[in-house]
């Protein structure tokens, strides 16, 4: 469930409108639902409320200062790839000792900067990366907190680009080297084997891939457990959320569509899963991402031209691939529907943005209601993925965001100043 829903022909979020919202902030606009994201968090954290466990949200869905701080309010800890991504969690009040550090390229600022924050562990992805926190460690005369990313070879049956399981991937020890790896880390003074990770991949919308993983990696997790006398198991992110169909304008009823009904729910997830991780008496940690805050999200976008070719109907609007890469980069659907719902009848039509690349589109051949000029779309769960994925490309500004709470709503990051853009650059002195 989410809380875009249409009040008489008006798209709200939760109980304000957004049409407001766009007179006030113009477009494109980021707008987000602090109610969905806590929703969606409790909906997890109350499905594993039987298991000893730790949510750490994997902040590279959306590391808004704003959302972040919605969830650290909630108790949420943070899944992080980068110094860049540690410093937020610190600035938005979340804590690092409720942290992992994850990535197959961790640095040695980076590395320093995490143990001298006090992380609570990294998760790490080869026997190099082992060498060089342990000599970071030593170093700082401290000990690091270090869980192997276990490469389980489980193919998570989604998009080729956000799987991540398989030995066709970067990520993680293979599966049949984690037990010598563990017994070289063993000699490694400097670290502590705190637990065990796996992460196959993005966008699972079935759960038999992570019933799969969860089975093979458990009981190697219970006898490394015993040995080492690991505190956790890391189970990774990688739920999915409904993406289509979304709600009918004049209808609030998208969550009865068959698509939906299919979706990988919280209950699913963890009737699946806890009796298989209940048994090895170690705290759980996941790391969802996308389930948190794709559907609390929706990006708006005034429409600009509607150009009707022999062939298409084109609507172009003002978002473009900068703001929103998920369909060129992974073909995949967003929802599309008017702020004003219509009554009119609907056309075939390709949603594309202003830039000037083939792959600037949001929706191909789609029935959409007819809409001109001046008109508003919302593209809907665009929450995970979305605004952290913007560029400047074409050097364009970075959409605006803003965040609603019941009646209320808050900038939570103002539109980019174009200045802001070239800001850094410079003419070297030969050219002037
Ligand atoms: N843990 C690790 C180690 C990850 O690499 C990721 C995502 C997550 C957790 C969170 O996964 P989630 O729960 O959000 O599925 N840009 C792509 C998705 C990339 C996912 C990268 N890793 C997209 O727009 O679909």
């Given at each position: 469930?989410?809380d875009?829903?249409?009040?008489?022909?008006?798209?709200?979020?939760?109980?304000?409108?957004?049409?407001t919202l766009?007179?006030?902030?113009?477009t494109?606009?980021?707008?987000?639902?602090?109610?969905?994201?806590?929703?969606?968090?409790?909906?997890?954290?109350r499905?594993?409320?039987?298991?000893?466990?730790?949510?750490?949200?994997?902040?590279?869905a959306?590391?808004n200062q704003?959302v972040?701080?919605?969830?650290?309010?909630?108790?949420?800890?943070?899944?992080?790839?980068?110094?860049?991504e540690?410093?937020r969690?610190i600035?938005?009040?979340?804590?690092?000792?409720?942290?992992?550090?994850?990535?197959?390229?961790?640095t040695?600022?980076?590395?320093?900067?995490a143990?001298?924050?006090?992380?609570?562990?990294?998760n790490?992805?080869?026997?190099?990366?082992?060498?060089?926190?342990n000599?970071?460690?030593?170093?700082?005369?401290?000990?690091?907190?270090?869980?192997?990313?276990v490469?389980?070879?489980?193919?998570?049956?989604?998009?080729?680009?956000?799987?991540?399981?398989?030995?066709?991937?970067k990520?993680?020890i293979?599966?049949?080297?984690?037990e010598g790896?563990?017994?070289?880390?063993?000699?490694?003074?400097?670290?502590r084997?705190?637990?065990?990770?796996m992460?196959?991949?993005s966008q699972?919308?079935?759960?038999a891939?992570?019933?799969?993983?969860?089975?093979?990696?458990a009981?190697?997790?219970?006898?490394?457990?015993?040995?080492?006398?690991?505190?956790f198991i890391s189970?990774g992110?990688?739920?999915?959320?409904?993406?289509?169909p979304?709600?009918?304008?004049?209808s609030?009823?998208?969550?009865?569509?068959?698509?939906a009904?299919?979706?990988?729910?919280?209950s699913i997830?963890?009737?699946?899963?806890?009796p298989?991780?209940?048994?090895?008496?170690l705290?759980?940690?996941?790391?969802?991402?996308?389930?948190?805050?794709g559907?609390?999200?929706?990006?708006?976008?005034?429409?600009?031209?509607?150009?009707?070719?022999?062939?298409?109907?084109?609507?172009?609007?003002?978002?473009?691939?900068?703001?929103?890469i998920?369909?060129?980069?992974?073909?995949s659907?967003?929802?599309?529907?008017?702020l004003?719902?219509?009554?009119s009848?609907r056309i075939?039509?390709d949603?594309v943005?202003?830039?000037?690349?083939?792959?600037?589109?949001f929706?191909?051949?789609?029935a959409?209601p007819k809409?001109?000029?001046?008109?508003?779309?919302a593209?809907?769960?665009?929450?995970?993925y979305?605004a952290?994925?913007?560029?400047?490309?074409?050097?364009?500004?970075?959409?605006?965001?803003?965040?609603?709470?019941?009646k209320?709503?808050?900038?939570?990051?103002?539109?980019?100043?174009?200045?802001?853009?070239?800001k850094h650059?410079?003419i070297?002195?030969?050219?002037?």
């Amino acid at each position: 469930m989410h809380d875009f829903h249409y009040v008489g022909s008006e798209l709200y979020c939760e109980g304000v409108p957004i049409k407001t919202l766009v007179e006030r902030h113009g477009t494109p606009l980021y707008v987000y639902s602090q109610h969905t994201l806590t929703d969606h968090f409790q909906k997890l954290d109350r499905a594993l409320s039987p298991l000893n466990h730790l949510i750490c949200y994997a902040m590279k869905a959306n590391s808004n200062q704003a959302v972040m701080r919605t969830l650290a309010n909630l108790g949420s800890g943070f899944d992080t790839v980068s110094e860049g991504e540690l410093r937020r969690v610190i600035a938005a009040g979340g804590k690092v000792n409720q942290c992992v550090f994850a990535g197959v390229g961790k640095t040695e600022t980076e590395i320093e900067f995490a143990l001298r924050q006090g992380i609570y562990c990294f998760n790490v992805e080869s026997e190099p990366e082992l060498a060089r926190i342990n000599r970071v460690a030593e170093r700082l005369r401290k000990t690091a907190p270090i869980a192997v990313r276990v490469n389980p070879n489980v193919d998570a049956g989604t998009h080729a680009k956000i799987t991540t399981g398989t030995y066709e991937n970067k990520f993680g020890i293979a599966f049949e080297k984690v037990e010598g790896v563990y017994a070289r880390a063993a000699k490694l003074r400097h670290l502590r084997l705190l637990g065990i990770q796996m992460h196959i991949g993005s966008q699972l919308t079935e759960v038999a891939p992570f019933e799969k993983a969860v089975r093979k990696l458990a009981p190697l997790a219970a006898k490394l457990a015993v040995k080492y006398g690991f505190e956790f198991i890391s189970i990774g992110g990688g739920l999915g959320i409904v993406y289509q169909p979304a709600l009918e304008s004049g209808s609030q009823t998208w969550w009865k569509t068959t698509a939906a009904r299919k979706i990988l729910t919280p209950s699913i997830y963890a009737s699946t899963l806890v009796p298989l991780l209940q048994p090895l008496g170690l705290r759980v940690l996941l790391e969802p991402g996308r389930f948190i805050v794709g559907n609390a999200g929706a990006l708006i976008t005034r429409v600009e031209y509607v150009k009707r070719t022999g062939k298409k109907n084109f609507v172009i609007v003002d978002a473009a691939m900068n703001d929103l890469i998920r369909p060129a980069f992974y073909d995949s659907f967003h929802e599309i529907v008017p702020l004003q719902s219509k009554g009119s009848g609907r056309i075939a039509s390709d949603v594309v943005g202003p830039i000037c690349e083939s792959g600037d589109y949001f929706a191909k051949d789609r029935a959409l209601p007819k809409v001109g000029e001046g008109d508003h779309l919302a593209l809907l769960s665009a929450g995970a993925y979305g605004a952290v994925m913007g560029s400047n490309y074409n050097s364009r500004s970075l959409a605006a965001e803003v965040l609603v709470h019941d009646k209320d709503s808050a900038v939570v990051r103002a539109r980019q100043d174009l200045k802001e853009i070239w800001k850094h650059e410079t003419i070297p002195a030969w050219l002037r």
